[in-house]
């Protein structure tokens, strides 16, 4: 394979790296307008953060002492932005390098650029509107013309679908989710797998609840998602959310969106959950949960705990930048819109 730094290879990339920086310009004059102060965040963090299937990069810190203790570089630098928001910040965005391991594909890069901003004291369903603005926004940068994926095409400046998880289900494979979702919030992993077996999908016995339900989401909804025009995907069931606030008006579900473009997933957004003992206990789940299925767990970070308890009501979010990019340029890898793509 040709290799990105060819001066050939990088002349055919270089427009499509010229509009990545067009775009993100334009994104930053949008929050300067809005009253945002851009931040920029550590990546070394005593914790890369606390979601079961999320894969940080280990290393170590040497102090003056010659004492090596373990850190890890972030998945996100939503803990160090919380903090901000604990110290008194009200609107900060980010555009912070990230770290994934296990993650390398068409759509995702070990190291990315994610844009991340937070609104203190206003509601999450601000922050879809922020999302349709942007994907205006990104689409103009380029031209006007619409979002494209492969052969999936989205209207940047259609009105935007909002879809609840449930009626997603409902609606793309034919299973009534809440059914398998008891009143407190648990759920019931053996109601599930009959749904989805019915169906026609695998499910074996040591699946879990949130197994099936993110194989129902892959397989039979997110095919369906962002075509012609962007989709919300909105109200998530409580126990795949662990960082966002219950719902008002059903505990079994929660202030959490994605949004979609051309079947690609494009931002994650909360009503974010201010409770440490709440937060705590999660975090404890869900490294239970990494621990049953990889062998490994991660450490809380204890600071962003104590810093919680200081967090005013928010909402935040994180977009894939670089997928936002390939979107609106056409690109079909991420590596296309990556100044130095990571090597191997």
Request: charged fraction near 25%; charge should be negative; proline fraction near 5%.
């Amino acid at each position: 394979m040709t290799p990105w730094w060819n001066a050939t290879t990088h002349a055919d990339r270089r427009p499509l790296l010229i509009t990545r920086n067009r775009i993100q310009a334009a994104l930053r004059g949008w929050f300067a307008d809005q009253g945002f102060t851009e931040v920029d965040t550590a990546a070394l963090q005593v914790s890369p953060g606390n979601e079961a299937h999320l894969h940080g990069f280990a290393t170590e810190a040497i102090g003056n002492d010659a004492v090596a203790r373990p850190m890890y570089l972030h998945t996100s630098p939503e803990f160090a932005m919380k903090k901000l928001l604990a110290a008194g910040e009200t609107r900060i965005a980010a555009f912070a390098h990230v770290w994934r391991n296990r993650e390398r594909g068409a759509l995702h890069s070990p190291e990315f650029t994610m844009l991340e901003w937070y609104r203190t004291g206003e509601d999450y369903t601000v922050l879809m509107e922020d999302c349709a603005a942007f994907l205006r926004l990104a689409a103009r940068v380029n031209g006007g013309g619409p979002l494209r994926y492969r052969d999936r095409t989205c209207d940047a400046f259609a009105e935007p679908e909002r879809l609840g998880v449930a009626e997603a289900f409902q609606r793309h494979a034919g299973i009534d989710l809440l059914a398998t979702i008891n009143a407190d919030g648990t759920t019931d992993a053996d109601a599930l797998r009959a749904a989805v077996t019915g169906i026609g999908l695998r499910a074996v016995a040591d699946d879990t609840w949130s197994d099936l339900l993110s194989r129902v989401l892959v397989v039979k909804v997110e095919p369906h998602l962002g075509h012609g025009r962007m989709t919300v995907l909105d109200r998530y069931p409580a126990a795949e959310a662990a960082l966002a606030r219950p719902a008002a008006d059903d505990p079994r579900l929660a202030e959490r969106f994605e949004l979609y473009a051309c079947g690609v997933e494009l931002a994650n957004g909360f009503g974010e959950l201010t409770n440490p003992a709440e937060q705590r206990r999660r975090f404890g789940l869900e490294m239970d949960e990494k621990q049953r299925v990889y062998g490994e767990r991660y450490p809380l970070d204890e600071d962003f705990l104590a810093a919680l308890a200081h967090m005013p009501p928010a909402s935040g979010i994180a977009l894939g930048f670089d997928r936002l990019v390939m979107l609106a340029t056409g690109a079909p890898r991420i590596d296309d819109v990556i100044w130095t793509p990571v090597a191997g």
